[in-house]
């Protein structure tokens, strides 16, 4: 990937991707409101400019990975694009809270739908592009795709470059160790996106929270959600 970068940023307590390409780069993800700055920092260390950023991808529609979409198509006039089955979640401004798989993330889960259901949904904005099973990304001069990686929520997706995948909130890097994330609608589902993926020689995860990491490190939450979801 000769003169490519991908630079990941915490905005909030979400992490969002440059995959810094010249005047042909993408924005994965937009992170928490109310922090535009770190985006200028963020676009102006890559050494790019606003109008650079020619595509905004969401892996998915909770308001943590959309709280500055608005302003950021604003800033750099980008096209953003998300997978078919939240299109109108983004366009309707309303994405359930996700399901919570353990006792504590489940009453949380139960407690967020009851008392403040919009809780976890984004601002509404139409995008300009959809995707349902897989986008090529040559038609934005980046040799790569987007990729459909339900589980977490129905329509999630991940960017997959080479041996990199940007993958939303299908993993998580957190600081109890825990890969598999405690909120998925379909976790059944997740364990078999993850399994897919295990086979595409990933070598490195950017995921929705937390650093980096190499892929191998999921490999013990998988098999003990296999167990635990067998059981």
Known sequence: MPGL?????????SNSTLIANGNNSILVDTGVKGNMKKFGVLIREAGLQPENIKLIVLTHT?????????KLVKYTKAKVLVHK???ENLKNGFTPIPVGN????????????????KYASPKPFTADLINEYEFD???FGLD???????GHTNGSQSVLIDKYLISGDTFL??????????????PRVLLETWEKLFSQNIKTIYPGHGKRFKIEKAMPDFERWQQKLSS
Request: hydrophobic share 30%; aromatic share 12%.
């Open 144 to 150: 790569g795709k987007i990729i459909s990686t339900p």
């Open 85 to 87: 089955n939240e299109f």
């Open 137 to 139: 990304l040559n038609t």
């Open 173 to 186: 890097n957190m600081k109890n160790g825990r890969i598999f994330p405690p909120f998925a609608d379909e």
């Open 62 to 70: 909770h308001y943590d990975h959309t709280g500055n979409l608005l």
């Open 5 to 13: 970068k991908i630079i990941q940023k915490r905005i909030g307590f």
């Open 102 to 117: 353990g006792k504590y993330s489940h009453f949380i889960s139960e407690l967020g739908r009851k008392v403040h259901p």
